[in-house]
């Protein structure tokens, strides 16, 4: 697997995370929450090549710097326009 195909599967994988956090209204917070880790922790021990982490960890680091900024709106629209290229592909 190459590093641009581990990223866009992990791009992919957060993305479907986050879509079913935000979808999920009948579920408590803190099970979410648990759940959520649970998917990113599997995600993260998926890979077992360095380079594949480091950029799980590259883009984590950067969505929750987005966040940080207040602009939860680029991230959505970075996972919007991912999502729609591989509806395209």
Do not use: P
Not at 23 to 37: A, M, N, Q, R, Y
Not at 62 to 83: H, S, T
């Amino acid at each position: 697997m190459s590093s641009n195909e581990s990223l866009e599967t992990i791009k992919s994988r957060v993305k479907e995370v986050v879509e079913k956090v935000l979808t999920s209204s009948d579920v408590g917070i803190e099970e979410l929450k648990e759940e959520f880790w649970n998917d990113l922790s599997a995600l993260y021990y998926k890979y077992e090549v360095d380079e594949q982490k480091r950029a799980f960890r590259e883009v984590m680091h950067d969505i929750c710097e987005k966040i940080k900024e207040g602009e939860w709106g680029a991230v959505y629209k970075k996972l919007y326009r991912e999502e729609q290229k591989e509806k395209t592909f």
